[in-house]
């Protein structure tokens, strides 16, 4: 047996700089508005009926001299023997304040059988959460309670393979009419296990499914599934790594809404073009601003109300093909070991959710029901990866988002065909080119000017001078050739340039570039599309240059210097700059 006690006061005219207690310390106590000074006084008792066993019982109470008086009780129990083990932590809470009783019951508990390689059990977890206005009698309407029960089984062992079978049951009690009760119930069962696992793979399986009934609102039953599968492997000698998951998940998303705020120039992100001319700021006329100078507004999300029932799915695949492990052979092998390939598809993608109906194909592509998704598609062959020696890798990439807003939907997409080649002679000069196509999409639902198809080829040698590893100058050359498919708007660029980058070892970094446009434009310049084509710039001939100066003043301190500046046929010379000091704590 022991004996604990603890005490605390705080007067009420001390300002902590640090939180003193944890987060969920005010709903807790339900301590809201409180006056005076603030006292904490516990007591407690601890026994040990053997050595792997504790019972533990603590009174506590808290009190704000003008507003606050609570006393709330609590026992935790932790025992285990041979075959059994059980553990609950419930607590009890009485308090009354200036406007409010409150009453707060809590427990949670669990009790589970082993034997040999099975194991079986129970769950029991509640909340009892009642506030009481004092002169109205009302309950207030955070008031709630819960309870949940859980049986479960399971076999194997838990750092090998293992499964786990069980049933859930929940009931939550709303405020109905000043009344706490009964607003949903549900039934779930779920499985968790390791069904593999070895040196070289791994597979692992968790579902959860669920049926809730809303019992007080004119609501269909809700079916919901929840599941991971997770499958890792390395085969054929460690040659190929292979990855997927699939995962499946039941909830809401909100229909997007947002507004723009003007700033001081430098400060925003986006820039505002009036597109159709109307004189008003349109939500799909705003686009990220390529210069510092032109974001002068910033994106502000609005409180949304607007929820769709959704179900997701989400597919993982990665794949790894090296043959590194052939280096030192001969013949075929050793030239097998040159070439490296590597995959990556990630496809997330969120349906309506229909009654009785669970969109679980990651492949399904139903137009009419899908109304956000993310997919990313990557795959690339390497040749003497990372070692500048005739370096190829040729990446063939596809994007496609699709967002819902409060205006309506907005996808767009992004295939690339890529193809890259580095080289170096001497150690001093490294050679570079590639050359991609890239065809652009987007598809606005309610805006026709944001609506494009851009089919677009580019070129891109470049030649550097290595002083040394953390010094070189670059000169380069960029072509490229765009064109709308769906509309009058193309474009046919040469891009002229160099570039200086310096890392001294004391911390001191230069990071300089100008380069020279020419841009032969057709069409409206004016136009989303060639906001799109032109990324800032104006038809004809275009000069940039930036310089970023970065010095370590101290361990914890550093300053960082920002210049940019840009000029055109059609508009005056602009400069830009600012100066950043950080500091580290």
Do not use: C
């Not at 606050?68 to 041979?82: A, E, L, V």
């Not at 669920?210 to 390395?234: A, C, F, G």
């Not at 010094?471 to 002229?496: I, M, P, W």
């Amino acid at each position: 047996w022991s004996l604990q006690t603890h005490g605390r006061f705080i007067h009420q005219n001390f300002k902590p700089i640090e939180r003193l207690y944890t987060i969920e310390f005010d709903r807790d106590w339900n301590v809201l508005a409180t006056q005076g000074n603030q006292s904490l006084i516990s007591i407690g008792v601890s026994a040990q009926p053997n050595e792997n066993s504790n019972i533990n019982y603590t009174a506590e109470r808290l009190e704000y001299t003008d507003s606050y008086q609570g006393i709330r009780q609590n026992i935790t129990i932790d025992y285990k023997s041979k075959n059994w083990k059980a553990t609950t932590q419930t607590s009890y809470l009485n308090a009354d304040a200036t406007a409010q009783r409150t009453n707060i019951l809590r427990s949670n508990n669990e009790a589970k059988y082993s034997w040999k390689k099975y194991w079986t059990g129970a769950r029991l977890s509640l909340e009892d959460y009642r506030i009481k206005d004092k002169t109205t009698k009302f309950y207030d309407p955070i008031s709630q309670s819960y309870w949940q029960s859980d049986v479960f089984i399971g076999r194997g062992d838990s750092a090998r393979m293992n499964i786990e079978l069980g049933w859930i049951t929940r009931a939550n009690d709303s405020i109905y009419n000043q009344k706490l009760l009964s607003s949903t119930q549900s039934n779930a069962w779920y499985i968790k296990s390791q069904l593999l696992k070895t040196q070289t793979s791994e597979l692992s399986v968790y579902a959860n499914y669920r049926i809730l009934d809303y019992l007080h609102q004119e609501l269909p039953n809700d079916q919901s599934l929840n599941s991971r599968i997770v499958y890792t492997d390395r085969f054929l000698k460690e040659f190929v790594q292979w990855s997927t998951i699939y995962e499946t998940t039941s909830g809401s998303i909100a229909q997007q809404e947002f507004t723009y705020i003007q700033v001081e120039p430098g400060l925003g992100t986006h820039m505002w073009n009036d597109y159709n001319e109307n004189g008003i700021q349109e939500l799909e006329e705003f686009e990220i601003a390529p210069y510092p100078d032109q974001a002068i507004y910033v994106r502000m999300m609005l409180p949304n109300q607007n929820y769709l029932r959704t179900h997701q799915n989400k597919w993982t695949q990665l794949v790894n093909v090296g043959f590194t492990k052939w280096q030192n052979e001969k013949d075929w092998k050793k030239i097998a070991s040159k070439f490296h390939i590597q995959f990556s598809w990630i496809s997330e993608k969120h349906f309506i959710k229909e009654e009785g109906k669970l969109t679980l194909n990651p492949f399904e592509n139903d137009e009419n029901r899908l109304v956000a998704m993310n997919e990313s598609l990557r795959s690339s062959l390497y040749y003497n990866r990372g070692k500048q020696q005739h370096s190829t890798t040729y990446s063939y990439i596809k994007n496609r988002t699709k967002n819902v807003l409060t205006f309506g939907s907005l996808d767009n997409a992004l295939t690339t065909h890529q193809l890259q080649y580095s080289h170096l002679m001497q150690k001093t000069w490294l050679s570079e080119m590639s050359f991609s196509y890239d065809q652009s999409q987007s598809i606005s639902e309610n805006y026709d000017t944001k609506n494009y198809l851009i089919d677009g080829i580019s070129l891109h040698p470049k030649i550097s001078y290595l002083f040394s590893k953390n010094a070189r100058l670059q000169f380069f050359y960029e072509f490229s050739d765009k064109k709308n498919t769906q509309g009058l708007e193309s474009l046919t660029q040469h891009r002229l340039g160099t570039q200086l980058l310096f890392q001294s070892e004391k911390s001191f970094n230069i990071n300089g570039e100008f380069s020279f446009y020419q841009n032969k434009f057709e069409g409206n310049p004016y136009s989303a599309v060639a906001y799109q084509l032109l990324e800032g710039l104006q038809p004809g001939k275009n000069m940039t240059w930036r310089l970023m100066l970065q010095r370590n003043i101290t361990k914890y301190l550093d300053a960082n210097i920002n210049y940019q500046g840009r000029t055109s046929e059609t508009s005056k010379t602009i400069h830009t700059g600012s100066i950043q000091l950080r500091a580290f704590f």
